[in-house]
T-cell receptor, first 111, second 116 residues
């Protein structure tokens, strides 16, 4: 079993829809959780990071962590064509800077 | 400012060439990373420098040689590469205190390497 599971998609949604992405993980030592957005042929851009169970909101983005279920989510409200990208979840334990990545989920927002 | 810069943006090299990739950050971060990313795959960690010392080498072939001249700069020296080494090479940096929540990695735009 891989440490981090993420359905690679692709996921196509109409403009204005809510995009829902998620990752599951098996290592209970993971404490810090990140979502990166990567446009084609560019480096990953940090979108959100969280370190506790619950929700964190930043503009149109909401990150959710459920440590009891080992499940994290990213929601994008009012999606725009500019949100079309690959979204990578990443996580790490306390005291260790080695990130475990999901496979990445390609999202296409159709105008 | 959360910028990590990388040069060059693109590099084409033959299997007998020697070239170097450069990475720079001015955020005061003390940990710097090299990753390799193939198409439609997540980044794969290659090396980690922590406080200018090599702390992680993920069993990378010796044709890749990292160097950290100071806390702001990171180089990756390339020699005798193979066509399968063609990929996007990403540099990242983080504050360096991995026991705290804000020790988050920020990535540069990458160098797209093609080995002929």
């Amino acid at each position: 079993q891989k440490e981090v599971e993420q359905d690679p998609g692709p996921l196509s949604v109409p403009e204005g829809a809510i995009v829902s992405l998620n990752c599951t993980y098996s290592n209970s030592a993971f404490q810090y959780f990140m979502w990166y957005r990567q446009y084609s042929r560019k480096g990953p851009e940090l979108l959100m990071y969280t370190y506790s169970s619950g929700n964190k909101e930043d503009g149109r983005f909401t990150a959710q962590v459920d440590k009891s279920s080992k499940y994290i989510s990213l929601f994008i409200r009012d999606s725009q064509p500019s949100d079309s990208a690959t979204y990578l979840c990443a996580m790490r334990p306390w005291g260790n800077n080695r990130l475990a990545f999901g496979k990445g989920n390609q999202v296409v927002v159709i105008p | 400012d959360t910028e990590v810069t990388q040069t060059p943006k693109h590099l084409v090299m033959g299997m007998t060439n020697k070239k170097s990739l450069k990475c720079e950050q001015h955020m005061g971060h003390r940990a710097m990373y090299w990753y390799k990313q193939k198409a439609k795959k997540p980044p794969e960690l290659m090396f980690v420098y922590s406080y200018e010392k090599l702390s992680i080498n993920e069993s990378v072939p010796s044709r890749f040689s990292p160097e950290c001249p100071n806390s702001s700069l990171l180089n990756l020296h390339l020699h005798a590469l193979q066509p399968e080494d063609s990929a996007l090479y990403l540099c990242a940096s983080s504050p360096g205190s991995s026991g705290i929540s804000t020790d988050t990695q920020y990535f540069g735009p990458g160098t797209r390497l093609t080995v002929l």
